[in-house]
């Protein structure tokens, strides 16, 4: 196993990627906190299936848009785990118009979820980490924040703030022991894809070289690689987990 003894937080984990990605964390040996904002029951049985791993899980209610509500919540896990090595900032939300129909509210709530919540996060933990010259965070981007797309220019606008951030961080961190990375998945089944009508997903699998979705667990694999020491030379990358959408 190759994150034994190891501490993680996913932010977003009571479904979709998130979820994937704790259960990937956990079956190679990380204790895991698990961070959602409203679905305590799908926490709850994530985290139930994590215990019969043998590892630890714990919930970590907190709406990441919201900074003392995540500080106090980082509070609550390092209490739990005395530190934490892993942190995944995958908690993210959409919310489509065109710009011309975009109002305020819907650019504000992205942003506030998307960008302020990675910040948020991060600032919450990364101190122990630099202090103990150790921590490996992982962002959760988007091939929409690559290419833009149609109707979602404040979702874009987050992702591509995102990688920016990302690659900023690594660079201050690369001294402390400290990898930044970024994950750039395209059309995961989860519920986000599953939103999509129909005729538009038809659309979407002709644009992408593998002619299918990706799988939630294929993004919770690529983030393993990363945050194990198979990935310990690589820092300020954004990996693409698209079907070749984007080359
Ligand atoms: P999802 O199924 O909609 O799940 C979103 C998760 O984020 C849930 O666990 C939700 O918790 C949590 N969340 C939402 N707002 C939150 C907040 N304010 N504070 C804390 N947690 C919050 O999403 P997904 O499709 O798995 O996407 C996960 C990430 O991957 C997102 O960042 C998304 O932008 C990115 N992504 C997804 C795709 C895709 O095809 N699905 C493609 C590219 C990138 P509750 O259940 O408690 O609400």
Same mark, same amino acid.
């Given at each position: 196993?190759?994150?034994?003894?190891?501490?993680?937080l996913?932010? !977003?984990?009571?479904?979709?990627?998130?979820?994937?990605?704790?259960l990937a964390?956990a079956?190679? !040996?990380?204790d895991v906190a698990?961070?959602?904002?409203s679905s305590?029951?799908p926490?709850k049985?994530?985290?139930?299936?994590?215990?019969?791993?043998?590892?630890?899980?714990i919930?970590?209610r907190a709406? +990441?848009?919201?900074?003392?509500?995540?500080?106090h919540?980082?509070?609550e +896990?390092?209490?739990?785990?005395?530190h934490?090595?892993?942190l995944?900032?995958n908690?993210g939300?959409s919310?489509d118009?065109t710009?011309v129909?975009m109002?305020?509210?819907?650019w504000r709530?992205v942003?506030?979820i998307?960008?302020?919540g +990675?910040f948020n996060?991060?600032?919450?933990f990364i101190?122990? /980490?630099?202090?103990?010259n150790?921590?490996?965070?992982v962002?959760?981007t988007? +091939?929409?924040?690559?290419?833009?797309?149609f !109707?979602?220019a404040?979702?874009?606008?987050?992702k591509?703030g995102v990688a920016?951030?990302t690659?900023?961080l690594?660079k201050?961190?690369?001294g402390?022991g400290i990898?930044?990375?970024?994950?750039?998945?395209?059309?995961?089944?989860?519920?986000?894809?599953?939103?999509?009508?129909e005729k538009?997903?038809?659309?979407?699998l002709?644009?992408i070289?593998?002619?299918?979705? !990706?799988?939630?667990?294929?993004v919770?694999r690529a983030?393993?690689?990363l945050?194990?020491?198979?990935?310990d030379?690589i820092t300020?990358a954004?990996l693409s987990?698209?079907?070749?959408?984007? /080359?």
């Amino acid at each position: 196993m190759k994150l034994m003894g190891r501490t993680a937080l996913v932010t !977003g984990a009571s479904r979709g990627i998130g979820r994937a990605i704790a259960l990937a964390l956990a079956e190679e !040996g990380a204790d895991v906190a698990i961070n959602y904002v409203s679905s305590e029951g799908p926490a709850k049985e994530i985290a139930g299936q994590i215990q019969k791993l043998g590892r630890r899980a714990i919930l970590a209610r907190a709406d +990441v848009g919201d900074f003392p509500d995540t500080f106090h919540m980082a509070q609550e +896990v390092l209490k739990e785990f005395g530190h934490l090595d892993i942190l995944i900032n995958n908690a993210g939300i959409s919310s489509d118009k065109t710009f011309v129909k975009m109002d305020h509210a819907s650019w504000r709530r992205v942003l506030a979820i998307n960008l302020d919540g +990675v910040f948020n996060c991060t600032k919450a933990f990364i101190d122990q /980490m630099i202090k103990r010259n150790y921590g490996r965070v992982v962002n959760i981007t988007s +091939v929409i924040g690559q290419i833009g797309n149609f !109707g979602q220019a404040n979702y874009a606008a987050s992702k591509a703030g995102v990688a920016a951030f990302t690659k900023s961080l690594a660079k201050e961190l690369a001294g402390k022991g400290i990898t930044v990375n970024a994950v750039a998945p395209g059309f995961i089944e989860t519920e986000m894809v599953a939103a999509i009508p129909e005729k538009v997903q038809h659309r979407l699998l002709d644009q992408i070289p593998l002619k299918r979705f !990706g799988r939630a667990d294929e993004v919770g694999r690529a983030v393993v690689y990363l945050v194990s020491s198979d990935g310990d030379y690589i820092t300020g990358a954004e990996l693409s987990i698209n079907g070749g959408l984007l /080359m």
